[in-house]
Every structure is written in C-alpha cells, then in structure tokens.
C-alpha cells in the first residue's frame, strides 16, 4: 500500500466554550477551555492513520509541544520526522466554539513556520512511486515545497487552508488533488460562489481533482468537464473544528486504497460528519470502528 507523506503542522490548540462567539470590541465569558492536540496537519495524519492508511508525519516543534509527538505515535502515526526545536514555541491556536458548534480560530505558525530547505528536501527525496505528499497552508514557504515535488513528479494533495494571501503566488499546476472550502475556493477563483469557483479552478487546473466542501451543504467535485455534487449527513453538530481534517484523512485513506473518487469523498464526508458530533480536534476523529457504526446510523 503507497504511504502517506504528511508534511505539516502541529499546534496545541486552547478550546473556549462560549454562548455566543465573541464581536470586535466584545468580551464574552467561557463556560469551559480545555487544551487538546491540533494543528490541521497533525489532525489530518491522526486521521488517516485511523482510516487505516501508513502515514509518516514531518513537522516542528518547540519544547513545549513535545507531547504531541506521543500523540502522532499513539495514533499509529510515524514521527520520526518531526523535530523539536530548543529555541522555538509550537504553534497553537485559540479557538472559540459557539453552543451550535461553530468555531472562531486564531492561529500562532511558531516553529510550524520554520520547517528547513533541508527538511523539504529529504521529505521529497524519500517518496516512492505510489506514495502521497499531503500539504496544508500552515507552514512556511509552501511554493518551494511545491516546485520540488513538480521536478520529483510526486502524487500531491494540497488543503489550501487556512487562506492568508500567500495562496495567489502558489503554482499548483502539478497538485493532482485540491482541497478547499467556499471561502479557499473564493480566495483561488476571485469569485465568491462555490458553483462559479468550482468551474474556475476545474478550467485553470484541467487534470486536478477539486474537492470544494460547503459545510452542511455538503460538497462539489471536479474533474475537467465532470462535475458530482454530494448532500451534507444531518447530524446535531457540537464543535465543527475538524471536521475538515477527519473528511481529508479519511478521504486520503481511501485514494491511498485505490477506491474510486466519489467513493472516497463519501468515506471522508461520513468521518467528518461524525466530528462534528465530538468536542475538540484531533480527539473528535473516528477511529475504523467508531466510523463503521456511525455509517450504520446514516443508511
């Protein structure tokens, strides 16, 4: 089975329960904070990796992240990429959560902001014919990340998230999956509707497949002339952090397995529904048999 190359961030993530998510000059009060392991890359390996996929996790750290190496290990994620930088502050994110589930997210890069040429490098160099590259836009200096993967012709899937300008000089001719939300989507296309955005992407990158999710509108596919729309699970909705990132790790598992595309949105759109229902990030993700009875409640 090909590995999963997972170049990217690790955060620890302070969660604050709140009424009503707090407006530009507004205090509001927790009624709870808790600190879980996050980051959308470190989500998104924990993810696969109970999907079932041979993932191996690249990143950096300070010292006061370190137990999120025990995290990536105990969530049968290889870590040996992941490096501990004595002078740096892992990058951490505070999030609000509204009692429908909906988040507001500042996000510190830290040491996810000072990954090395060198590092870059070798993660290429290391990959096999059928392995993927997955990125996210929480690291620094992403465009040379992807011209090294074009000259090595390696299989790369792209999560354009979050977006923050640096996005307009990526060259992603050669990503063979991209990833976006309506907002991502907007941010590559210059046009705010995901139906519109979606045809732009599909013209620009003609052999790319373009997955753009609308949260509980569901999703819309991509491929040159080929187009699939896919509903939302209903479900009652507790924190929406990562829901994203259980959708991508699920859904790379299953490329991974060779299963047909839209086969593989339906595996990572069940994950990400069963998220939602959890509280935190990367603790909310299903592992294989969570996953199998959620989908029993779906059919």
Known sequence: MPRLLNLGSLCIDRVYQVDKIATAGET??????AIYPGGKGANQSLAAAKAGADVYHHGCLGEDGAWLIDVLCDGGVNADGVFV??????????????????????????????????MMEKVVRSMQDDDWLLLQNEINDLETVLE????????????????????????????????????????????????????????????????LTEGADGLRYGLGSLRHQLPAFKVQ?????????????YFMASVLRGDDMLEAIQHGSIAGAYAVTKPGAGVSI??????????????
């Open 28 to 33: 509001v009060s927790s009624k709870s904070f």
């Open 85 to 118: 930088l004595l002078d740096g502050e892992t990058g951490h994110a505070v999030i609000q959560v509204d009692e429908a589930g909906q988040n507001s997210i500042v996000i510190a890069g830290g040491t996810n902001r000072r990954i090395s040429l060198d």
């Open 148 to 211: 090294l993967s074009a000259k090595h012709r390696g299989h790369v899937a792209f999560n354009v998230a979050p977006v923050d300008g640096r996005e307009q000089n990526y060259d992603l001719a050669n990503v063979e999956i991209l990833i976006v939300n309506e907002i991502e989507a907007g941010a590559l296309s210059a046009t705010s509707n995901p139906i519109e955005s979606l045809e732009v992407l599909c013209a620009r990158y003609p052999d790319t497949h373009v997955v």
């Open 237 to 249: 909705a507790v924190d929406e952090t990562a829901a994203g990132d259980a959708f991508i790790g």
């Open 286 to 299: 299903p592992t294989t048999s969570q996953f199998k009875e959620f989908k029993k409640t779906l059919s």
